[in-house]
């Protein structure tokens, strides 16, 4: 049976776990051709075995345009395209904003802004010159504000700015862009966060559970699912969005 993805390949920035390896493996499911790009080389080419098409596991550090066009330079050579990138890598460096220092505010801003500026850049070439493109960023509930974490706020939210405004700029080449805004979902990050504040794990998943309309919190796979809808052909009425995956109608 045809996947609505036969023929695309998608790149995938930190597919080495959590909503990245979901997505790596949801979209090739579906039938893209699949790179998983991660500071984790082994992990990056863990996440692509086993795929039901074919992977590739990159390594690249995505502060350095010098890398991510090496990464990208070699996922256009195997696969001869790209025509979806989910930029998904990131990283969190909370604290009070009176506390924060210089490097806990740039390492959170390059990661997420520019490190996706650097990669979709990159990406784009390939997706104007086949006049086809699904350009996904993800951001996240955080953006609309959240105690200690400016730097994370307010570098998401930039990332929504940046989807509206690639999304005009992209739209007459049959591209689009479009971000997915995660609630509370069970990762790596979202676990070492609370083990960090010396939170309970239980007790914070029963309150989120509680707070949100469909009694869980989410997983990898939930999101997965909404990038894997934007990645599709279905997807191209649908750009400059940005829609909140919280289990709730309240963000």
Known sequence: MAGKLDGRVALVTGG??????????????DGANVIALDLDAAGAKKAVEGLPTEGLGVAADITSRAEVKHAVDEAVGRFGKIDIVVNNAGVTRDGLFYKMGDDDWDLVLATHLTGSFYVTQAASESMVKNKF??????????????RGQANYSAAKAGLQGLARTLAIE??????TANCVAPGFVETAMTKAITEKTGGSWDDLVAA????AAVK???????????IAFLASPESGFVTGQTIYATGSPAV
Do not use: C, H, K
């Not at 989120?208 to 707070?211: N, V």
């Open 16 to 29: 080495a776990q959590g909503i990245g390896a979901a997505t790596v493996r949801r979209l090739s499911e």
């Open 133 to 146: 493109g699904r350009i996904i960023f993800l951001s996240s509930r955080s953006a609309l504000g959240n």
């Open 208 to 211: 989120a559970s509680e707070r």
């Open 170 to 175: 992209f739209g007459p080449y049959g591209i």
């Open 216 to 226: 869980r919190i989410g997983q990898p796979e939930d999101i997965a699912a909404v």
